[in-house]
């Protein structure tokens, strides 16, 4: 599966920017210790509160920081299987993360700051075996998210997907679920968001 379609040479939209090399490891983020044992649920609040952080910058180092944090809950190797491009490793997950906050950024302020808030809205979709040989696996981390302009028709389901990399899991990407109330549905079969009933 490809992410993001960066085209088959260098992005020119890379000149000059901070292209990191990633090495997935444990972190510690809003009082979450995201290590080999932390929950897919607890990387996807500090995902989506980073992104938040982003988008709610307003000054250029606090959003480079919020940047980093998005860059360090990537599953940077998992990403890189899925380049079918001829970027290289680095430019690659550049592209995918940094796509992360304007993908999203209309429904970020309904992203919760708060564990224990955040924790009680997601849904989990999985996890299911990833298609490497590795015995890794993906899920999904859904939440329900309302129209900024109260529109109810307008109200989304922001998916955060996620990896395990190197151990631990990690954020491949964000997309939106257009059947709404599956969501919906999902959430009463598991006690805090673990619902595990695959798509639909």
Request: proline share 4%; aromatic share 8%; charged share 30%.
């Given at each position: 599966?490809?992410?993001?379609?960066?085209?088959?040479?260098?992005?020119?939209?890379?000149?000059?920017?901070?292209?990191?090399?990633?090495?997935?490891?444990?972190?510690?983020?809003?009082?979450?210790?995201?290590?080999?044992?932390?929950?897919?649920?607890?990387?996807?609040?500090?995902?989506?509160?980073?992104?938040?952080?982003?988008?709610?910058?307003?000054?250029?180092?606090?959003?480079?920081?919020?940047?980093?944090?998005?860059?360090?809950l990537c599953?940077?190797?998992?990403?890189?299987?899925?380049?079918?491009?001829?970027?290289?490793?680095?430019?690659?997950?550049?592209?995918?993360?940094?796509?992360?906050?304007p993908t999203?950024?209309?429904?970020?302020?309904?992203?919760?700051?708060?564990?224990?808030?955040?924790?009680?809205?997601?849904?989990?979709?999985?996890?299911?075996?990833?298609?490497?040989?590795?015995?890794?696996?993906?899920?999904?981390?859904?939440?329900?998210?309302?129209?900024?302009?109260?529109?109810?028709?307008?109200?989304?389901?922001?998916?955060?997907?996620?990896?395990?990399?190197?151990?631990?899991?990690?954020?491949?990407?964000?997309?939106?679920?257009p059947s709404?109330?599956?969501?919906?549905?999902?959430?009463?079969?598991?006690?805090?968001?673990?619902?595990?009933?695959?798509?639909?």
């Amino acid at each position: 599966m490809t992410i993001v379609n960066c085209g088959c040479s260098r992005d020119v939209r890379l000149a000059g920017k901070k292209v990191r090399t990633v090495t997935v490891k444990a972190v510690n983020l809003y009082g979450l210790s995201l290590d080999a044992s932390a929950a897919p649920e607890q990387v996807a609040f500090a995902v989506m509160r980073a992104v938040r952080e982003d988008i709610e910058a307003s000054h250029e180092s606090d959003r480079e920081a919020a940047l980093q944090k998005q860059f360090d809950l990537c599953a940077a190797d998992e990403i890189q299987r899925r380049n079918r491009t001829r970027l290289t490793r680095d430019e690659f997950v550049h592209n995918v993360v940094s796509h992360w906050a304007p993908t999203v950024a209309y429904y970020a302020r309904d992203f919760e700051t708060d564990w224990e808030r955040a924790q009680a809205r997601f849904v989990r979709r999985g996890p299911t075996p990833t298609k490497n040989a590795d015995g890794a696996m993906e899920c999904e981390i859904a939440l329900q998210v309302s129209d900024p302009q109260d529109d109810p028709h307008a109200q989304a389901a922001v998916v955060v997907h996620l990896a395990q990399n190197s151990g631990f899991w990690r954020v491949l990407h964000f997309s939106f679920d257009p059947s709404r109330k599956a969501i919906a549905s999902e959430k009463g079969k598991g006690k805090g968001g673990d619902a595990d009933s695959g798509k639909g």
